[in-house]
């Protein structure tokens, strides 16, 4: 296990850890090396992607479709609580 010095605090932290556990400053070895691409992109962009798409697509949609939904939401609410 390999350590490597802080930036932030120049305490001596494992290539390892994610953030310095002195001083919280988050380390990007891994990063630096490929910035658009971390260890963990397989799964990630999938996701946020995805979440992405739906935010932008909710900020897009006019007021009166969220209106809609909402009362959909609000609907199907009720009938899940009263309807048994
Ligand atoms: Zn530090």
């Known amino acids: ?5 802080c930036p932030e ?5 494992s290539s390892q850890a994610p953030a310095c556990p002195s001083c919280g400053h988050p380390l ?3 990063a630096a090396s490929s ?4 260890q963990n992109a397989l799964q990630s962009p999938h996701v946020w992607g ?3 798409v739906a935010l932008g697509a909710w900020l897009v949609t006019p007021w009166i479709a969220k209106l809609i939904v909402a009362l959909a939401v609000c609907v199907l609410a009720y009938f899940m609580f009263t309807g048994r």
């Open 9 to 13: 605090c120049g305490h001596q932290v």
């Open 28 to 30: 990007q070895n891994r």
């Open 1 to 5: 296990m390999a350590l490597v010095q």
């Open 50 to 52: 995805r979440v992405a």
């Open 35 to 38: 910035p658009a691409q971390p």
